[in-house]
């Protein structure tokens, strides 16, 4: 399926005061990848995404969805099928209930009110809050506003789910909550993230983007362990991949990470 | 400080009495915007003497506050906190008409009688204006605006201030607090400081819209608000509007209250 | 200050109700029209922090008293006339709604006070010439402080104004303009400081802000020729409406009602007078002004019904109204009281 294929051609961008926050970035993402996409703060990630997402244009290169080239003139019709959740949700939710919000998107596709409405519906469903539906956005917990968020973007039925941050600010509990409902997702992701045991759970391939530019693109557990390459990119190893807190003795190794067990178990403690 | 706590407090209160669901909170938005207009509009009709017969108005208030489940005391207090204005309006005309009046054995100056006629209609007008969003909520009560042909985008503007007042009262809370801990003693933002203090929440809040703007286009909007179907009036939401408007023409014409004193009395006719 | 339902009377109030649709008409579609849509969110985004600022209280130097910021005329600096009419327009029905200030038939009358003279007057007649020649520091407080202090002054004459038209009180013009006027002065001084010290601030930090507006498309520009011929005509014809409401007698349903329950009639007894001025000159202000219900005025001419005879000295009636008017509050309060108790019967009968 080519059209749910997404690229990036050496993407360049800076902001008016003349700072280069994107630089020669390119990437094909396909149907059904999910994508980290790691670096420090600052390094470009939001960016990258707002690129991506015809926000921002880039000053040079070019962003293909499928096989459309995005201009300002195709820019509606792709924007259908990319769904953007945005680091922090109270800018997402700006209607007065759950409900509006999340028929936000397909009213304004032109459905007619029955087909929005199962569209809101069904949205609300996947995420799990069909009861805060008539809730007010701005009374809703961290977490469920994350989710009503995740819920206003996955009612237009995107092709891809682009999320920055989906993580951040957020309690055990209700991460983990955002995470199982990542991992269940079928689209096709891309993640941006610091949170790398996130990270390490939903995604099978990570990028690495370091003051603008790509520092790595590869599978997921073989950057996540790579060490170097991580402090160099001003990143650690994530948590549940680091030694042994008690006896101090290297953790695991993949097979053991494959479990996702992600509470420190090791032999010390057997 | 106290103040911006009050506010948040009575937002978030009428905000969850109005998600309440008794037969009052399902009389149409509309129909109850009109019959709260049309009350306003009666007893503000009174003349500036008149106090005996805005009394019968209260039954409309006491029908709201006990069929919709709204508790009392912090409805008052919203009320009392607006009286202060027109007690120092309404003070005034003792001063300008002394001209008398007598009741029985009691004898007072008829600018007292304005005055009462203006708090009684002040505390009731301002009771059913509270108790209208109470029992309709902001985003249904947009949608009575609409129905009424109020511009679109006058409707989607008036729901975002609404939806954003929470995110930055409690900001500009935060930010008090945190400043009143650097000052101490001190009454409020010095004004050297207001600059840079409103400033910096000023130039966040154009940030905040430029990213509420970039979420609202990435999903399709493109200055039209396209708000969904607007619930249909019953003939019950009717009946409701037809019932009270009656009421109020009723106790407009004849005094109700002097009706029934004089059933006790036994004088007046 | 806040025009209020309890000072205004119907014809006022849906007059202006009507002036303020009007303009609120034509506002949105000026926005609709003229503007990229991205100010719609910064139009909402705008008001919530007009309202929050509004509850931040700053120290005034020299006074020892507090003030807070108004809004409108930053509004317009920031937004433009058109989009922040709109904008005060949905600040001043939150506030009459959630909080009771205003009221919904006082609604139109406080948008036009507060939001009218601000934006399309003091904003573009003295606003953006004392400006025009340059922005700096200086040109912003002089024409912050002078386009703030004009437009509440406008503010508070219309406030005057609607109150006299509606005559629900006793206060006499020149009393109540001496009053109005001095007191919104002061708030307008306080307004302009405010706005000047904003307004600075913002265009140090980030001045494309300010230039989007004043030399941005139609938005900022408010053709004046247009709005000097539409403000002519408004007033023309809401001080026509006005004028003739208030000269219809704005008691002459009250007179008819009367006749209608006969109970215009003077039964005071010989002695209550000495009584009264005994009482009177105990209870009310101002004991000597105007109290010209001298024994033989009222007693030789009880039929003449102008204002000053009106008083209804029937102790008969006045005694009803006491008594009934008591007994409604408590018949109100006991239908309250019933209708909590079946409620609680029946929500305890489902459970
Ligand atoms: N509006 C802007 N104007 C100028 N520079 C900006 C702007 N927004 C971001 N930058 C700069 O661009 C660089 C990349 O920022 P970006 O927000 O993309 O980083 P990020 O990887 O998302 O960081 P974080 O993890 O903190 O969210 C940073 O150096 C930042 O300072
Ligand atoms: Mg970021």
Redesign the pocket.
């Known amino acids: 399926m080519s059209h749910h294929k997404l690229e990036a051609r050496s993407l360049y961008f800076s902001?008016?005061?003349g700072?280069e926050?994107v630089k020669n970035v390119s990437f094909t993402i396909y149907h059904g990848e999910s994508v980290g996409l790691i670096?420090?703060?600052?390094?470009?990630?939001?960016?990258?995404l707002m690129l991506l997402m015809g926000i921002l244009f880039p000053s040079r290169g070019e962003v293909l969805v499928g096989d459309v080239r995005l201009t300002k003139k195709t820019l509606p019709a792709i924007r259908q099928r990319l769904g953007f959740v945005f680091?922090n949700p109270d800018d997402q939710l700006f209607m007065t209930t759950v409900y509006d919000d999340v028929a936000f998107g397909p009213r304004n596709y032109g459905l007619d009110e029955d087909e929005v409405k199962i569209r809101a519906e069904k949205a609300l469903e996947m995420v799990g809050i069909p009861h805060l539906r008539d809730r007010a956005p701005f009374k809703l917990s961290g977490g469920e506003k994350r989710v009503a968020a995740i819920a206003s973007v996955l009612s237009m039925q995107p092709d891809i789910l682009i999320m920055d941050?989906p993580t951040s600010a957020l309690d055990p509990k209700s991460r983990r909550r955002v995470i199982n409902l990542l991992k269940n997702f079928e689209h096709t992701k891309i993640i941006?993230s610091?949170d790398l045991d996130m990270v390490l759970e939903t995604c099978r391939r990570v990028i690495v983007?370091n003051e603008?530019e790509i520092a790595a693109d590869g599978i997921t557990e073989e950057i996540l362990f790579n060490k170097e390459l991580l402090e160099s990119c001003g990143l650690e190893i994530p948590l549940s991949l680091q030694n042994c807190p008690v006896c101090g003795t290297f953790k695991s190794h993949i097979s053991h990470v494959k479990k996702w067990d992600l509470s420190f178990s090791c032999k010390c403690q057997d | 400080m106290s103040n911006i706590i009050n506010s948040l407090y009575n937002i978030r209160l009428l905000d969850d009495l109005a998600r309440k669901k008794t037969f009052i909170h399902s009389i149409h938005p509309l129909i109850k915007l009109l019959t709260t207009i049309v009350y306003v509009a009666v007893l503000a009709s009174f003349e500036r003497h008149e106090v005996s017969a805005l009394l019968p108005f209260v039954f409309y208030p006491v029908f709201i506050l006990s069929f919709a489940e709204i508790p009392v005391v912090p409805i008052l207090k919203r009320v009392l906190l607006v009286e202060p204005l027109i007690i120092g309006i309404g003070i005034l005309n003792p001063l300008f008409d002394n001209y008398i009046v007598v009741f029985g054995d009691i004898v007072v100056s008829r600018g007292w009688l304005t005055f009462l006629s203006i708090f009684i209609k002040c505390s009731l007008a301002v009771t059913v204006s509270i108790l209208l969003v109470a029992t309709t909520g902001m985003d249904r009560l947009a949608i009575a605006l609409r129905m009424l042909k109020i511009p679109r985008i006058f409707a989607l503007q008036l729901l975002l201030t609404y939806r954003y007042i929470w995110l930055l009262i409690e900001e500009s809370l935060r930010m008090v607090r945190a400043y009143s801990l650097r000052a101490p003693g001190q009454k409020g933002v010095k004004i050297n400081d207001l600059g840079s203090f409103l400033g910096q929440m000023l130039l966040r809040a154009f940030d905040r819209a430029q990213r509420i703007y970039q979420a609202m286009s990435l999903r399709g909007f493109t200055g039209e608000y396209n708000a969904g179907d607007v619930p249909k009036i019953k003939f019950r939401d009717f009946v409701y509007f037809a019932a009270w408007s009656l009421f109020f023409i009723i106790a407009r014409i004849y005094n109700i209250a002097v009706l029934i004193g004089a059933l006790f009395t036994g004088v007046g006719r | 200050m806040h025009m209020a339902d309890a000072l205004i009377s119907p014809a006022v109030g849906g007059t202006m109700l009507a002036a303020t649709a009007g303009i609120a008409a034509y506002s949105a579609k000026k926005v609709q029209n003229d503007m990229d849509e991205s100010k719609i969110p910064l139009m909402g985004v705008m008001g919530a922090f007009v309202f929050a600022a509004q509850m931040i209280n700053f120290s005034i130097p020299g006074t020892g008293s507090s003030g807070h910021l108004g809004g409108g005329m930053l509004l317009a600096i920031l937004l433009g006339p058109y989009a922040a009419f709109l904008t005060m327009a949905s600040i001043l029905l939150i506030q009459a709604l959630f909080f009771g200030d205003g009221g919904l038939l006082a609604y139109g009358c406080n948008v036009f006070n507060l939001g009218f003279y601000t934006c399309f007057v003091a904003y573009p007649l003295i606003y953006k010439k004392l400006v025009r020649k340059g922005v700096n520091p200086r040109s912003i407080f002089v024409g912050s402080m002078v386009s703030s202090v004009v437009g509440l002054q406008l503010g508070a004459f219309s406030v005057v104004v609607q109150t006299l038209l509606s005559g629900k009180t006793e206060l006499p013009f020149g009393q109540f303009l001496l009053l109005m006027q001095p007191i919104h002065l002061a708030i307008g001084v306080i307004e302009g400081l405010a706005t000047a010290a904003i307004v600075t601030f913002i265009w140090r930090a980030r001045p494309e802000i300010l230039e989007r507006v004043a030399f941005g498309k139609s938005l900022g520009g408010v053709p004046i020729k247009k709005v000097l011929t539409g403000l002519v005509v408004a007033v023309v014809i809401v001080g026509g409406l006005l004028s003739w409401f208030a000269s219809t007698n704005p008691d002459g349903l009250e007179w008819s009602i009367e006749r209608v329950m006969g109970t215009t009639e003077l039964e005071t007894p010989d002695g209550i007078h000495k009584v009264f001025s005994e009482i009177q000159s105990r209870t009310a202000f101002l004991p000597d002004y105007g109290f010209k219900t001298d024994q033989d005025d009222v007693q030789n001419q009880p039929a003449v019904e102008d204002e000053e005879s009106w008083p209804s000295v029937n102790a008969g009636t006045s005694v009803s109204g006491i008594v009934g008017g008591a007994m409604t509050l408590v018949l109100a309060a006991f239908m309250g009281w019933i209708i909590n108790i079946l409620k609680k019967k029946r929500g305890k009968a489902v459970a």
């Open positions: 902001y008016p005061d700072h926050a670096g420090a703060n600052g390094a470009g990630k939001s960016t990258l680091q941050e941006a610091h983007l603008g």
